[in-house]
Nanobody
């Protein structure tokens, strides 16, 4: 079973930037399409970005297109989410997992955007 550990969240003003990191264990990481999810208070968890196993194909939910960039380093078993032009509505706990998702959830990392 792959273990996932997210980090990099914090408090930032609207318009600011953050880069989230996800560290994965296990050999299955390199063959998995990975994704970043977020869950705001009182809302369901949503998938905001995915990246193919080779890193050549990415997809984003409309609300983050042009502002967020997902990337991965298979050698390091890491997935990243660069978030620019942050808005208060981006406030949520952010998680990584496969695009299905298939693995146990990590603890997530809190992102808070103040107006």
């Amino acid at each position: 079973q792959v273990q996932l550990v997210e980090s990099g969240g914090g408090l930032v003003q609207a318009g600011g930037s953050l880069t989230l990191s996800c560290a994965a264990s296990g050999s299955a990481f390199s063959i998995a399409t990975m994704g970043w999810y977020r869950q705001a208070p009182g809302k369901q968890r949503e998938l905001v970005a995915t990246i193919s196993r080779g890193g050549t194909s990415t997809n984003y939910v409309d609300s983050v297109k042009g502002r967020f960039t997902i990337s991965r380093d298979n050698a390091k078993k890491m997935v990243y989410l660069q978030m620019n032009s942050l808005k208060p509505e981006d406030t949520a706990v952010y998680y990584c997992n496969t695009d299905q998702p298939m693995w146990n959830w990590g603890q997530g990392t809190q992102v808070t955007v103040s107006s």
